[in-house]
Structure formats: C-alpha cells, structure tokens
C-alpha cells in the first residue's frame, strides 16, 4: 500500500510493501550519484540488494549504535559527498533503524543546503515512528537529538520483510511506539495488537495504520507547535527513565513504562495488558527525584509547566499541562 504525505510543500509517497527493497528504482531515480548510508548490524543481503540496483552508488558504513549518532560520523558523511563529487542533483538514501535515518537525513539536508534524501527503514520503530515526519537530528553535548534539522524524505520505501532479521526484543520495542499511537489515536489498531496471537502476520497492517496516524498528525503540524505533542504520549517520564537507565533500558521500553503513568482506570489496565503481553516493561524503581530533576532539564519543558499527554479511553487523548509537583505526586502515588 502507499500513503501519500502532504503538508504545504511537502509531498512524498509512503511505500509499505513487502519486497519493496528488491525494486527502489519505481520510487527514486538511480541514474545519479547516490550515497547509501547504513550501519554494521544491518544484514549484507540488504546492502547488497540496495546497491544493485544503483549503478553509481557509494556506500559509508558507520558502527551501530546510538552512541554513534554523533558529529564525527555526520562530519565524516560529509567529507565522503564532497570527496566524491556529489552535487545538488544526487542523493543520499538511508538503510536501517532510526539511528542511521536521523544522521543519513540531518547530512542530506546540510549538503549543499538540502540534497534528496530517500528513507528506507529497517527497524519497526522506524518503520512506524522515526522515518515519517522529516525529524533528522544527531546527539551533542551529550544530549540526545540536540542538533538537526526538519528535512522531509522525497519517498520512504518500507519493507516488512526486512523485520525477519531484527532482534525480538528490539521488534517488540518497536511495537511500543505503535501501542502509543494506537492508544491514543486508534482503538481498532489497539484491539488488533491486543487480540493477535501472530505479529508478523500481521504486522503489514500493524506498520500502514500506525503510519498513518503519524502522518495525519505530523501533515496538520509539521513545526511540532499544537498537536504533534500527542506523539509525545509516555515520553515525558520515558525520556527521563532512559537517562537514568544508562542504556540498560531501550528507548521503546521505556516509552512503555511513561505510557502507564500517563493513562488512567480501564485505558490503563489495558495498556498495562498488552505491553506485558509483549514483554515490554510496565514498572520501574527509580528515584523519583532523580526522575524528577532530569524532567526539569527536557528540552520540551515550557516555564514551570510540562504539556503531558493523558488517555483515559482507548482512541483518545487530552493534553494537561503539569507542574513539576503533579508529576512528581504522579510518580509518587501511581500504584504500577
Ligand atoms: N526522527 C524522528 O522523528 C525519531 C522518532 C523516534 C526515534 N528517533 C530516533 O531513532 C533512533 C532509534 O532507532 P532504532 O530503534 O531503529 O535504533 P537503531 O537505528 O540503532 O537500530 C537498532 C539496531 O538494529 C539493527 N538493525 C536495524 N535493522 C535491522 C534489521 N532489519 N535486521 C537486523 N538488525 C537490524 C541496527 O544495526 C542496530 O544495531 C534514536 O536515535 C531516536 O532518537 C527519531
């Protein structure tokens, strides 16, 4: 199936199709310089597929990781356009997780001033979640995503069968982001993940509605000023478990966890439910304080106020600015 993106100026298609990979060239054209952007954990066979079918392709192969995200390997991305002669007219194409679509997506827009950058997804949470919207960022300073830019694809082209290789907890992680979109947005997709007893069979349908959602949201506000936040849904307290985990707990897992302090009565005990189903956790011990204070310091955090998003029924949501002491009375007195 194909979504098509369209928000100003902004127009791509979404390709979701399994075998997508073997046949880019319907989507993009290769007859031009193409940089292939990927990390180490991604599987030869899909590098080697990829750059078949582009005749003049150079690939930079970067070490997976988050921690990898960073300006050198951005700095060294750049270094191999110029050094290679690539100009305005060529294009960068990203094949892997988030990590690799960021920084793939945040040099295509700095090059030149903005070359044509192609996404192609290999993870679930990029799949669903990171590759649409135009977010392209590195970490610095040692914070996460502190440096990007907003630079949208011209197409990203999603294969579910490339999820065949990927890691099951990293699989589940990706259903979390899912899960949140879903619980907040689409009640018929949370039943559908609720009541399956096959993912993968399902998950073509899983991947199309929960892009779709991001799709609607980010086309009504691109610049995330009004209701792109509800994207944010078990993030305020999930960015904050992440930094105090110290990479023990993956991003999507942590989201899971926010998820349960943002929702209430029978939303929540069904959240609770089928993130247990997917072994996704639903408790954390942390010190509250501690959470506290690197809430404080989140970027997205407005005078003494934080937007944080609630659902009460599964489908919906409302927004509730909170202070620091309601969260923190959320953290204290929520019962996980
Ligand atoms: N731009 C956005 O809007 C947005 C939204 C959410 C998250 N993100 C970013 O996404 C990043 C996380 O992305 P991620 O979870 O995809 O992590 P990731 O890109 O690090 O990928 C996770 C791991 O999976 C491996 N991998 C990827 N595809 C595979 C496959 N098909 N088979 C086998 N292994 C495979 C990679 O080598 C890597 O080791 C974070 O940096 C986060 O900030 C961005």
Known sequence: MIEHFHSGTIDYDIVIRRGALGCIGNRLNVDRNIMVVTDDG????????????????????????????????????????????????????????????????????????????????TTLLAQVDSSVGGKTGIDFGGIKNSVGTFHHPKAVIIDPDTLETLDRRLLHEGLAEAIKMASTSDSGLFELIESTDDLRGNIDTIIARAVNIKKKVVEEDPDEKGIRKLLNFGHTIGH???????????????????????????????????????????????????????????????????????????????????TLHELGNCLKNKEL
């Open 42 to 121: 991604i599987p030869a066979d899909y590098i080697r597929r990829l750059i078949a079918q582009c005749p003049h392709s150079r690939l930079f192969t970067f070490p997976q990781g988050e921690k990898n995200k960073n300006i050198d390997n951005f700095k060294a991305i750049l270094e191999k356009l110029l050094e290679y002669g690539f100009t305005r007219k060529d294009a960068v194409i990203a094949l892997g997780g988030g990590v690799t679509g960021d920084m793939a997506g945040f040099a295509a827009s700095c090059y030149m001033r903005g070359i044509d950058f192609f996404n192609i997804p």
């Open 240 to 322: 904050a478990i992440e930094s105090l985990s110290g990479g023990e707990l993956l991003h999507g897992e942590c989201v899971a966890i926010g998820m349960i302090y943002m929702s209430d009565g029978e939303a929540r005990e069904r959240i609770r439910r089928v993130l247990k189903k997917y072994g996704l956790p639903t408790t954390c011990n942390m010190d509250t304080d501690a959470l506290l204070s690197l809430i404080r310091h989140d970027k997205k955090r407005e005078e003494s106020t934080v937007t944080t998003v609630h659902v009460e029924k599964i489908g919906s949501y409302s927004f509730r600015k909170m």
